[in-house]
């Protein structure tokens, strides 16, 4: 009896021992293989405990499991393919070697791609406040930071894990301040910036409008002397016509003064 239950002691330690955790990242739509290489006649795989997979002797064998049916693939040596990952395959996948009571675990987090971050402002025309608050959202993300950035310093940040969820992060800024602002949306694989010029969101009614850079000046100044060259040339043009006209008539009334003359003689 003590014999039998220090069997089976050690047995348990051997599966507790004999377990390996993995951490696997994959974008939606691309493929991840989880690794095993082993040349034992069995071999499983299961999803969050549901079997969904095994090779015997070699030849694979797939669980009709609608979550993954055309999507998996084994080789002889008891790798797992998954082709066409989608956000659903997020899970733990565990490879069991039978003869050898030997597991793998792999953490498998898909995520999916990031949309550029939308930046507003409260202040919808302009303001007397010395204080203007920025609102940075994005929308349908899941597992994702959303961060402010100074410069390269980081501000302020939030993270999400919930599936498919709106996401937005405030920023209070001064009206005066001409540092480069960005919103950051992020995950491990990728991530989308949005930078933000504040003078372009928020305005002092008492202040003139500049925007970042001087290119609403440059702007103004290119149009106004824009104006100024056309209202030059149409001056020229003006006169010349004139000029032209004055001329014309002198030579008109020259020639008719000769006409006359000649009658007269």
Known sequence: MIRTFVLLFLLCLVGVFGVESHAVSVMVGHSVTLDCNSSENLIEWSFDNIFIAKVINGNPIYDDDARFRDRLKLDRNGSLTITDARITDTGVYELSIIATMHSTRFTVTVYGPLSIPVITSNISQ??????CVLLCSVRN??????????GNSSLSSISV???GISLSLPLEVEYQDNNTYSCVVSNPLSNQTKHVCITDLCRLCSDEVHDCGGTETVIRLAVTALVGLAAVAAFIVLVYDIRTRRSEQERYESHNDGADILKQE
């Open 126 to 131: 302009c303001s007397s406040s010395p204080k």
């Open 161 to 163: 894990s919930d599936l």
């Open 141 to 150: 993300v899941t597992r994702v930071t959303l961060s402010w950035y100074k």
